[in-house]
């Protein structure tokens, strides 16, 4: 196993990570943005007031985007166990 091997199957495993977390780390922030505004005008200064519905956005992104993510995970794992002999040399 040569380091160039080493340095593409880490790049692939972040990306892949990324690509994975993306669509729920995005809707978190834009859920938790739009409380925090809303915080802001009327000024209720509540901590646990942005935690429910990042919650339950982040419950249901997981549901809409969970077909995705589970085939990007499994399209990974494939290519992994491919390339597992050519990996062990």
């Known amino acids: 196993m040569t380091p160039d091997m080493v340095i593409k199957l880490a790049e692939q495993s972040i990306f892949t990570v990324i690509l994975i977390s993306a669509p729920m780390l995005l809707i978190a922030l834009a859920v938790g943005l739009l409380v925090s505004v809303f915080q802001a005008m009327t000024q209720i200064q509540e901590q646990t007031l942005a935690f429910i519905p990042k919650i339950l956005a982040v419950f249901i ?5 969970g077909p995705w993510m589970l085939t990007l995970l499994l399209d990974y794992t494939r290519d992994l166990f491919e390339q597992l002999p050519r990996i062990i040399g």
């Open 61 to 65: 992104s997981l549901v809409v985007f």
